[in-house]
């Protein structure tokens, strides 16, 4: 594994010039390389970890984006990471400092083996929790799919039950 890190790569690296380029997260190599190896092929791969690194992605990614103009901008990470969730924001708003629109796709890995295309627009309302509670005050069900998915909601209500005691 020989993918440079976002933030130490140089942003007019002539490899990124009109390429698709891949923000992944950087334990995707470790959690399922085969799928790593099948998103990354053909594009200029950059690993970023925001629990590792500064926040500078969004200052980062925008400098890549004006000094590359790459074709594409995809980005990879895996789902319930709280960290990984910055980068999505990221590339949102490199392409709101940038003012114009970018062609970029956003995908999470769910239990580390099914990729999952996201729409923009859900990283978005991610941001905003007074319209993800209003989401699930009308939506409760929602709350069985986080079960699945969530220890750490498993753990709270779990905690919660036996306070109830």
């Not at 698709?20 to 399922?32: F, Q």
């Not at 980005?75 to 990984?84: A, D, K, N, Q, V």
């Not at 999952?116 to 941001?127: H, L, N, Q, S, W």
């Not at 319209?131 to 209500?157: G, T």
Request: hydrophobic share 40%; charged share 30%; aromatic share 8%.
């Amino acid at each position: 594994m020989n993918q440079p890190y976002m933030l130490s790569t140089w942003v007019k690296a002539p490899r990124l010039r009109g390429s698709i380029i891949a923000i992944v997260a950087a334990c995707l190599p470790y959690v399922n390389q085969e799928l790593f190896k099948e998103v990354t092929k053909g594009k200029e791969v950059l690993l970023a970890c925001p629990e590792r690194e500064p926040q500078l992605h969004y200052g980062k990614l925008a400098s890549i984006i004006r000094s590359s103009r790459p074709k594409e901008l995809h980005i990879y990470t895996i789902e319930g990471s709280p960290h990984c969730f910055a980068l999505h924001a990221s590339a949102n708003e490199a392409e709101y400092i940038l003012g114009e629109k970018l062609v970029k796709r956003h995908f999470v890995i769910v239990d580390a083996e099914k990729l999952i295309e996201i729409d923009p627009d859900a990283v978005r309302i991610a941001r905003y929790l007074h319209i993800v509670d209003e989401l699930i005050k009308k939506y409760p069900e929602a709350l069985e799919k986080l079960q699945k998915y969530s220890l750490e909601y498993r753990f709270s209500k779990l905690s919660q039950r036996v306070k109830d005691l």
